[in-house]
């Protein structure tokens, strides 16, 4: 049976420092390898194992997927790219920690900012510090300026159908490597959560969650790995 494994990226230097990431390319903690490594051994440990990998274009989720496979003996497997499968942007809140942001704006404003299903976070200026859009990865996309979960969507879920679901239909075991919110995208569509709960939703770092597809393609409940 086509199986899906969710992977978020190990615990990034600014998930230690409580920043607001989005697009901007940060690497990963000791802590996060450790969690990628974790990733791998776990999915040789189960015997639940990849046959072929889509990551996004940003640098922890990249390497959280190399450790994975390389810990599960699979680092030959093919790897596709895609920035649609980038996190979500955080426009003007990019590089801003999240407590002082809070206490500048307020708990309710930072609250709706990062939980509401469609209010983006205010744009970033172009040409700011963290303004990815003069990285040669992005040449030929239009870079947004801010996106809410939303936005995130719309660029996922046809990514999704286009690219990875046919993969899947074929009988793959399929990995994605990528982000909270990216994976929040797909998670909200394959488990069928309303624009309300979908809010709520965390996903922990490094821990794979699986989906079992049926005959009809299928989603069946999500579960994690660990749990199996």
């Known amino acids: 049976m086509p199986k899906l494994i969710l992977v978020r990226h190990g615990q990034s230097q600014w998930n230690l420092e409580n920043r607001f990431t989005g697009w901007w390319d940060v690497d990963l903690t000791d802590k996060g390898l450790t969690e990628a490594k974790a990733?791998?051994?776990?999915?040789?440990?189960?015997?639940?194992?990849?046959?072929?990998?889509?990551?996004?274009?940003?640098?922890?989720?990249?390497?959280?997927?190399?450790?994975?496979?390389?810990?599960?003996?699979?680092?030959?497997?093919?790897?596709t790219k895609d920035w649609r499968l980038n996190e979500r942007h955080y426009g003007g809140l990019t590089g801003l920690n999240k407590q002082e942001t809070r206490d500048k704006h307020g708990d309710e404003q930072v609250h709706i900012w990062r939980r509401s299903f469609d209010v983006p976070p205010p744009p970033m200026e172009p040409g700011s510090e963290y303004d990815p859009g003069a990285d040669p990865r992005y040449d030929g996309i239009d870079v947004p300026y801010t996106e809410s979960l939303k936005l995130t969507i719309e660029r996922v879920l046809p990514y999704w159908e286009s690219d990875i679901l046919p993969v899947l239909t074929s009988g793959e075991t399929v990995i994605i490597s990528a982000h909270g919110n990216s994976l929040r995208a797909l998670v909200k569509h394959l488990s069928n959560i309303s624009d309300d709960n979908i809010t709520g939703l965390e996903i922990p770092t490094g821990q794979p969650i699986v989906y079992d597809f049926d005959d009809n393609m299928m989603p069946g409940e999500r579960y994690y790995l660990k749990d199996s």
């Open 39 to 79: 990733a791998g051994a776990l999915m040789k440990d189960k015997g639940v194992l990849p046959t072929t990998c889509f990551t996004s274009l940003q640098t922890r989720a990249i390497r959280t997927l190399n450790l994975a496979l390389e810990e599960a003996g699979r680092l030959w497997l093919p790897v």
